[in-house]
């Protein structure tokens, strides 16, 4: 029902920065929290940053939680995730994901609402 689209990936060198956007293009995302995971080659899904309906809470994965912020803007219905000193580990494909609730360190089987990813490549 809900249909997220991901961009702002790309290719940038250690240190840069990117911002990731994700536009809920169908139904609605008032009640979802909307979380951001990555995946890198040969690896699980992981989790990067969540933010819950209203923006008034969020978390963060240990490794990012000093560089990222995820934030939204309800009225344009997308969620931002801003990525500081950006870092060769943070190389993976970009997925947002909108769920029923907010956990603070959720796991993929909690979305059940998907984007198609965008590819983010940190050089060194």
């Known amino acids: 029902q809900v249909q997220l689209v991901e961009s702002g990936g790309g290719v940038v060198q250690a240190g840069g920065s990117l911002r990731l956007s994700c536009v809920v293009t169908?139904?609605?995302?008032?009640?979802?929290?909307m979380a951001w995971f990555r995946q890198a080659p040969g690896k699980e899904r992981s989790f990067v940053a969540i933010?819950?309906?209203?923006?008034?809470?969020?978390s963060y994965t240990r490794s990012v939680e000093d560089r990222f912020t995820i934030t939204r803007d309800v009225a344009r219905n997308t969620t931002y995730l801003q990525m500081n000193n950006l870092k060769p580990e943070d190389t993976a494909i970009y997925y947002c994901?909108?769920?029923?609730?907010?956990?603070?360190?959720?796991?993929?089987?909690?979305?059940?609402?998907w984007g198609q990813g965008t590819q983010v490549t940190v050089s060194s």
């Open positions: 994901a909108a769920g029923h609730s907010y956990v603070q360190y959720p796991n993929p089987s909690m979305f059940d609402s």
């Open positions: 169908a139904g609605t995302s008032s009640t979802y929290g």
């Open positions: 933010i819950n309906g209203s923006g008034r809470m969020t």
